[in-house]
């Protein structure tokens, strides 16, 4: 017997049946509150190793790393608003004027609804469980839509979200375009959605149908600009971590190109070289601490980045790959025109342009 698909009655469906719990006010309860934020800490808890399994096999991503950018994140998230959920849901007095004497006054917050939470990749579980403990925190019903890119934590968060929580005010909605496109017809109290512009755009222009509040969490090119006024070896360590400890740069936090002088530039090479060869090794892609490119589709695109005529022969460190196993070596890339292909969206991978400058 083939399993139904998941379709606009579908995403219907569950809507409706979310907001009759919503409605019901049990979601609005401290204790219903503390309980299910309480099964998030423990799904962390419980399955560490299957959690740090399931980012190796979506993205081959070190065990440390992550640990500590997305278990451990998570876990602090949760522990916060376990601590802080009384405060925040305490009326908050403030002030009234002479013209409403002698009534008192109060903020009072209240919860939006039923939430749809659309996930990214290249966080997995942090840029999905992190947005539902707000959600629940503030006391509303969810579903979250992981990304199928990453489908090992999707499949794991399917069946831990389901298996933990309280199923009738929290869905996990697994699937491709065809479901988020079904999820987007209906008619949501707020949509939380992390990824990119293009799709940000698709989000936001279904939620404006229902006039519905949108977060987007979108990427950027990040610059860095590295002077001359700084020590070093502290300020190359940072951007290193950053750009390459941070998923192998497939980050919206990860340094997407540096602006230096010039006359600097060649001694920030130098030492980023240096830096690079003591975290990674002389030969980067047999690391066990780089993460791979997510999939074929990412791997072409950044090849094709690198291939550009207007930077081919601008590459003064790495550019090595190997398909097979989806790697780009960390690579810097000097003196990269403003019109290249590198130069026009964000990089989100392990290279890393310097763009210099006559001076400050």
């Not at 640990?67 to 305490?90: D, G, P, Q, Y």
């Not at 081919?312 to 000097?334: C, E, F, M, R, W």
Request: charged letters at 25%; a neutral charge; one cysteine or more.
């Amino acid at each position: 017997m083939t399993k139904k698909a998941f379709d606009g009655d579908s995403a219907k469906l569950m809507v409706k049946g979310l907001r009759e719990t919503f409605s019901s006010g049990r979601t609005k309860s401290y204790e219903w509150r503390i309980s299910q934020l309480n099964k998030i800490l423990e799904i962390t808890r419980c399955h560490e190793k299957e959690i740090l399994g399931a980012l190796h096999s979506d993205l081959s991503k070190p065990e440390f790393e992550s640990f500590i950018h997305e278990i451990c994140l998570v876990k602090n998230s949760c522990t916060l608003a376990i601590k802080e959920l009384k405060r925040w849901m305490k009326p908050e007095k403030v002030g009234t004027t002479l013209l409403t004497f002698p009534s008192t006054a109060g903020i009072v917050a209240e919860p939006f609804g039923v939430v749809l939470i659309i996930g990214a990749w290249n966080f997995p579980l942090l840029v999905s469980l992190n947005p539902v403990i707000g959600a629940i925190a503030a006391g509303n019903a969810v579903v979250l839509k992981p990304s199928e890119v990453s489908p090992a934590m999707s499949a794991l968060l399917a069946k831990y979200v389901g298996e933990y929580m309280d199923s009738s005010a929290v869905k996990v909605v697994e699937g491709a375009i065809p479901e988020t496109s079904a999820l987007l017809e209906q008619k949501w109290d707020k949509i939380l959605y992390t990824g990119n512009s293009k799709v940000g755009r698709i989000v936001l222009a279904a939620a404006a149908k229902h006039l519905t509040p949108v977060v987007l969490e979108l990427g950027g090119k990040c610059p860095v600009i590295v002077d001359s006024d700084i020590n070093l070896k502290v300020a190359v360590s940072r951007i290193i971590s950053g750009k390459w400890g941070c998923n192998n740069g497939q980050a919206c936090i990860a340094p997407d190109y540096i602006i230096t002088t010039k006359d600097f530039a060649p001694k920030l090479v130098d030492s980023l070289k240096l830096h690079l060869i003591k975290f990674y090794g002389e030969e980067p892609l047999k690391s066990n601490d780089i993460s791979r490119i997510v999939n074929l589709n990412h791997f072409n695109r950044l090849i094709k980045l690198l291939d550009d005529d207007k930077v081919s022969d601008k590459i003064v460190y790495g550019g090595q790959t190997d398909i097979k196993n989806l790697k780009i070596a960390p690579t810097i890339l000097l003196d990269v025109p403003d019109d290249s292909l590198i130069m026009s969206d964000e990089i989100f991978g392990p290279l890393l342009a310097i763009v210099t400058m006559k001076n400050e």
